[in-house]
């Protein structure tokens, strides 16, 4: 199943289903008014590598959502608990909105020392074990899952041992033993098979799970809460089900092996640069040719990988997860046209904010037929 098949499942699922539309863009409106220009310094400052735009954005969107979400099920937490909460961006945002809670990660991230104090003390430096994982602070009713990538399958157990209410986005697919998510159901999408799985874990572990489809700059959007448990089960039965699931995949107890403390990198940034420039450049040219005008052309994602080799969509894959995420870290030469389409992305000059010091080559400059339409003053790379 592709890419496109996988966003027709998800469609099915309305976006919003269980909050006021209406509250959650008033309420997403006056979050970025009062957060946005303040996190993009932050993350200017500690000179951080990701999109800034994307995860600012995504994460005001998230909070938006869980404050509309408490207040409309009337589930406030006393505190919540972000496990692998990353850049601590989303604590920050909840904090800073009179919500108490806290953020665990395995290790500490350069934006955390530009956080207000309370958030600074907010933020713990701790390996998330799922055998042995205690929390800090009694008042914590809430856990959220982020995109926690390994920690995901583990985000409903850990709510029914520690009597806690959840939300959860799936992101990056894993058993419960850490290793790589082996299929379920083939007939759909490795997403869509992940996020069931999920699912069917968080309710042997007694939840009554809601589904709700988010608003967020990303292809990972469908959430999965758990606020009240529709059976009781010891801690004896929840138990057995994990040593189940982890018996029924030959990973024991004892091998459970999340990510260590040296993060791998996973963004295409480890693949040789020479064959990233080719692949670029390959898809680049396809784009080219499939317009006369040479700016506006656009193809299918499925064309695109299509006309690569096994060999290069294995490359990519193992390095960062798909062609998606290699587009996207080449925003500067590839846009998203809506469903499946990628286009050539027009230079267009820099707003204020969005000035940076030139480090690098303009690709149009070098290998656009009509070169770059800007001029060595307008352009953000080096003529």
Known sequence: MNWSQSQQEESKVKSLSLVSEEKYNDLYKKLKEKHAQRLLQYWKTAQESTDPLKFIYEDLAIAAY??????????????????GCGNGLLVHVLNAEGYKGYGYDIRKRKLWSLYPEDTKSSLIEKTVEPNNFRLDFPEIDWLIGNHSDELSPWLPVLAGRLNCSFFLLPCCPFELSGAKFQRR???????????HYVKRVSQECGFEILEDRLKIPSTKRLALIGLKKTKTRSREELECFVQEEL?????????????????????????????IDSLVLKIFKQLLASQDDMWSGRLPMRNIAQSLTKDELRNIKSECGGIKTLLRNK?????????????????????????????????????????????????????
């Open 331 to 383: 925003h500067e030469v590839f846009e998203f046209c809506g469903g499946d389409l990628v286009g050539i992305r027009r230079p267009k000059p820099p707003t204020a904010s969005q000035l940076t010091k030139r480090k690098r080559n303009c690709f149009f400059k070098l290998h656009h037929p009509l070169s770059c339409p800007l001029s060595d003053s307008e352009c953000s790379f080096i003529h």
């Open 185 to 195: 159901n083939t007939g759909i999408s490795a997403y869509q098979d992940f996020f």
């Open 66 to 83: 869980l404050i509309i979400l408490w207040s409309h099920t009337q589930s406030e937490p006393q505190a919540f608990a972000d496990l």
């Open 247 to 275: 018996t029924k995949y030959k990973t024991g107890e004892s091998q459970i092996k999340l990510r260590g403390k040296e993060e791998l990198v996973r963004n295409c940034t480890q693949i040789q640069k020479p064959i």
